[in-house]
């Protein structure tokens, strides 16, 4: 049996890093930043007010004094003149601070008042006053290259006077699934068929890492029909489901064992059957068809492979403690799709284990435990670690 950072090796081997593109933020949304994002300017660009209240002068602002209003200072104004000694200015939010001003009064700590106004509270020096740069300083870096872009990125990137970002080109992932008993969702299966939920699967999965997904035609159970799906596919990897095995009708091994696809027995569950190689031209990697193997291979194997063409850092493992027990097949990697229970306690989705037909346990999962090799069994309290779901494997 293969062990698993060998195969591993050799799908990442496969793959070369895809070209980089400036494309305007919002086109960046889960894609993979090629180039760190350089802020341009400070952040804050300006000393602003935190709240609504009144700029003062903390000498001045004694509570019980009352200091005339010398000036209104909305959002949006220019700067502002110099706060006079023995005055306050009417502040909004975001506004710019006078020179002279110390400290922002919020209006709930005065009366309120236009001409005059009451200090009910005396501040503390610098009180509710962003000051310029303490977020972010022109030159700093804003965000790394390597991480896939999400909506918290595009924002701290726009708000550093940046309008677009250097990605890696979103990878197009071919998908075809096998097998004669597949029928599409929605349609009511008929003796001995099944719904395929594996090209649904996939296709979701390539969207989740900002990849563009080619849905191929579904082949039947012959290398014939595997080979006239493959027909003129054009993408940057291609990743299919079944047939992949040891069995009388396992069409993808049977159509390209001889066309540039090694097939292997991997130590991992579930898993186990896959191949690798290049057809025509394009690196490919053949997964098992249950759907918990699609799922935990794609995320694994696949995963690997595209953090290898978007240079993506490796996922983030984590841990938790077990709060079931459940066997693990000696000698084998295991993937188990779990949940993380309120208490922080870890437990597979599904009691039966990591069977790999349980596909609507998948639903149930969060996070993708991973027990070693040399673990035979899980025990309550035990500490498991894990990687996070399909849709954070870039990270």
Not at 112 to 123: H, M, N, Q, S, Y
Request: with cysteine.
């Amino acid at each position: 049996m293969r062990l698993l950072s060998e195969h591993l090796a050799e799908a990442v081997a496969l793959v070369t890093p895809l070209a980089v593109e400036t494309v305007p933020l919002l086109q960046g949304m889960n894609r993979v930043l090629a180039r760190d994002v350089i802020a341009t300017l400070d952040g804050p660009s300006f000393d602003n007010s935190a709240m609504d209240g009144y700029a003062v002068r903390v000498a001045d602002a004694v509570a019980g004094s009352v200091l005339p209003v010398a000036a209104d200072i909305p959002a949006g104004s220019g700067l502002p003149a110099p706060l006079a000694v023995g005055t306050a200015a009417r502040i909004m939010t975001g506004a710019p601070v006078p020179a002279g001003a110390d400290a922002i009064v919020p209006v709930e700590q005065t009366d309120g008042a236009l001409e005059t106004v009451r200090i009910d509270v005396a501040p503390m020096p610098g009180a509710h006053i962003r000051r310029r740069g303490e977020d972010v300083t022109a030159g700093d870096v804003v965000v790394a290259a390597g991480v896939q872009l999400g909506s918290w990125q595009l924002s701290g990137a726009a708000s550093a006077g940046v309008a677009t970002v250097d990605v890696r080109r979103a990878p197009r992932i071919a998908v075809l699934t096998t097998g004669d008993e597949l029928v599409d969702p929605g349609t009511v299966p008929g003796p001995g068929q099944i719904v395929d939920s594996n090209s649904t699967l996939l296709a979701a999965m390539v969207l989740g890492v900002g990849g563009v997904p080619v849905v191929l035609p579904r082949a039947g159970d012959t290398p014939e029909s595997v080979l006239a799906s493959l027909d003129g596919v054009e993408a940057d990897l291609i990743v299919t489901a079944g047939g992949a095995s040891v069995g009388a009708y396992d069409p993808v091994k049977a159509a390209l064992s001889d066309r540039g696809v090694t097939f292997h027995a991997v130590a991992m569950q579930p898993g186990k059957p896959q191949g690798l190689g290049v057809y025509r031209g394009i690196p490919i990697a053949c997964l098992p068809g249950n759907p918990v193997s699609v799922a935990v291979t794609f995320q694994v194997v696949v995963g690997a492979m595209l953090r290898a063409m978007l240079q993506a850092p490796e996922p983030i493992m984590t841990s938790a403690v077990a709060s079931v027990g459940w066997h693990s097949p000696h000698g084998r990697t295991q993937f188990v799709p779990a949940v993380v229970d309120p208490n922080g306690t870890v437990r597979p989705a599904t009691v039966r284990g990591s069977q790999s037909h349980l596909v609507a346990s998948l639903a149930k999962g969060r996070v993708l435990a991973v027990v070693p090799a040399d673990v035979d069994e899980v025990l309550p309290g035990d500490t498991v670690g894990f990687m996070m779901s399909h849709l954070e494997i870039l990270a």
